[in-house]
């Protein structure tokens, strides 16, 4: 756990004891600080009850003297309704802060590589990390993605903090300061919690914010989509450091890009080509080039050499619930790719795939399915799930798609199996990827996930090839 001494007798409140909470209302009761917890939901106050953090009611609590409000992520602060807690914290003047924020403060001499984007960041932050970690430098990674960023080991001067940042973590974490931070993407998401487009690119913006850094700061962002090549723009006559563009399109003039497949580095002007990455098996499809591209300029960015970042990407093991492969059996491939909580993020996964029986559905984002009409040739089935189902379903037979409504995860593999093997086509895979959330029916991704996994073990008369 991060020592957070410097906060010996301040008095902080923290407002929501899910994971990240729960660890910072630890380390800061370990600290000596004067913790003030509280969660509006019966769950969390248990889980703080078990761990020994005593609760007191916020709602009820005067704010004067309160140093700072360390605020769970996933609680809005400002749109569409700023929660009552995070209202009363901003009408006192007390700044709002998250737990990263508190990381920060505590280890000041690390290197802070930090990764963002609507849609790659947790591949690009386990690579990353991946890379780095196999030179022997320690290591930690964590923030949206894993552990909470207080449970990490102390780091010095020679470790290095590897952080997948949400836009709801970065707008309320001013000091951070990346030593290198790239943003990969920008498609609509979350747009709800930001008040607009605007209000999310500029969220996600703050990735490349000043914060505490004191030496030269790398940008790295990616220019497939108009808004961040306009932000490159911006960052050309503001970043007061490097600005690095990637492209997983073609190769870049003065940057890092992928011709024919082959990663390309051009910083230098010469071109130079790196690595064939379509030789990568866990970085299958054109989206994980760009995650590769990043991957690669942030490592050089803080010093490791072209052979320790070629051994990175030849053996990264991918991550989990991001084009996984659970299973081959009968023929028919099984892929996990629960991660794909947008149409955007589905759409990185069908294009890599022929035929497909897709399933899909859950806890629809605002954008639904819009842009996936391309990928729909290669969907010789859909299989719908959760609370999307009614919507879901007029979009496909809108598109000629066939589909069945299946509610449930065990039956829609099930029901996916059975048609893939009887249909009789070469190389059949049943994709999870959902273009939704999950939390109609699971806690989050991760869980349904591991159910979809747990459902194709559990197939009858399964016989692995």
């Known amino acids: 756990m991060i020592d957070l001494g410097h906060l010996k007798g301040r008095q902080i409140a923290v407002m929501g004891l899910a994971r990240s909470g729960l660890t910072a209302a630890r380390a800061l009761k370990a600290a000596g600080a004067i913790l003030l917890a509280w969660d509006d939901g019966a769950a969390g106050q248990k889980a703080a009850v078990a761990a020994g953090i005593d609760l007191t009611n916020l709602h009820d609590t005067d704010f004067a003297g309160i140093d700072a409000l360390v605020l769970s992520p996933g609680i809005p602060h400002t749109y569409p309704t700023p929660n009552p807690i995070a209202a009363k914290a901003r009408a006192a003047g007390i700044p709002i802060i998250s737990d990263i924020e508190l990381l920060r403060q505590a280890r000041p001499d690390a290197t802070y590589v930090g990764i963002t984007g609507t849609n790659g960041k947790s591949t690009t932050t386990s690579l990353v990390a991946h890379i780095i970690a196999g030179t022997g430098r320690p290591t930690q990674v964590g923030g949206n993605l894993g552990i909470p960023a207080l449970s990490f080991e102390p780091l010095g001067t020679d470790g290095i903090y ?278 109609d029916q699971y806690p989050n991704f991760e869980v349904r996930g591991d159910d979809f996994a747990a459902q194709v073990r559990a197939l009858p008369h399964r016989e692995t090839v």
């Open 162 to 439: 590897v952080l997948e940042m949400s836009s709801y973590q970065l707008e309320i974490t001013p000091s951070l300061g990346f030593d290198a931070a790239v943003l990969l993407n920008i498609t609509p998401d979350h747009l709800d919690r930001h008040g607009g487009m605007g209000g999310y690119i500029a969220a996600k913006k703050l990735i490349f914010q000043k914060g505490m850094a004191t030496g030269d700061q790398v940008a790295v962002i990616g220019i497939d989509d108009p808004h961040c090549a306009q932000m490159a723009l911006e960052l050309d006559a503001e970043f007061p450091g490097q600005v690095i563009r990637i492209s997983a399109e073609g190769p870049v003039s003065g940057g890092i890009g992928v011709q024919n497949g082959v990663l390309v580095d051009d910083r230098d002007g010469d071109q130079h080509p790196i690595t064939d990455l379509r030789t990568l098996p866990a970085l299958p499809g054109r989206h994980n080039w760009q995650n590769a591209t990043a991957a690669y300029a942030l490592a050089r960015a803080v010093g490791i050499n072209h052979a320790d970042i070629l051994d990175g990407l030849r053996t990264f093991p991918g991550l989990a619930h991001r084009q996984s492969l659970v299973d081959t059996i009968k023929g028919v491939r099984f892929i996990n790719d629960s991660k794909a909580t947008n149409a955007d993020a589905a759409a990185k996964a069908l294009a890599c795939y022929s035929p497909i029986y897709w399933i899909l559905g859950g806890k629809a984002k605002e954008t639904g399915l819009d842009g996936l009409d391309e990928f729909m040739p290669a969907v010789a089935h859909a299989f719908l799930i959760g609370d999307a189902t009614d919507a879901f379903s007029r979009w496909l037979l809108a598109r000629g798609v066939a589909h069945t409504r299946c509610s449930t995860m065990d039956v829609a593999v099930r029901a996916a199996f059975a048609r893939a093997k009887s249909e009789g086509r070469d190389h059949p895979v049943v994709l999870l990827s959902p273009a939704c959330a999950s939390f």
